[in-house]
């Protein structure tokens, strides 16, 4: 994945799901429980939780149903 990928996924406000190459999955549910970074993106789960997620290892982004944030 590139910087400009997460970023464009980010500015659409509609929510996705972060893959990453470990076969594990992030929901960015909302714009603001998200940070990204130049090598690494910060998604805050539902439990106030933060991952910190290297960029060379997300394999893809997946959009999500429902509403775009605001």
Do not use: C, W
């Amino acid at each position: 994945m590139t910087r400009e990928q997460v970023q464009t996924a980010i500015q659409e406000g509609i929510p996705f799901l972060i893959k990453m190459a470990d076969g594990e999955k992030y929901p960015v549910t909302d714009r603001y429980k998200v940070a990204l970074g130049k090598t690494t993106v910060v998604v805050v789960d539902d439990n106030d939780s933060p991952h910190i997620l290297p960029l060379l290892t997300m394999t893809g982004i997946s959009y999500q149903k429902g509403a775009a944030s605001s």
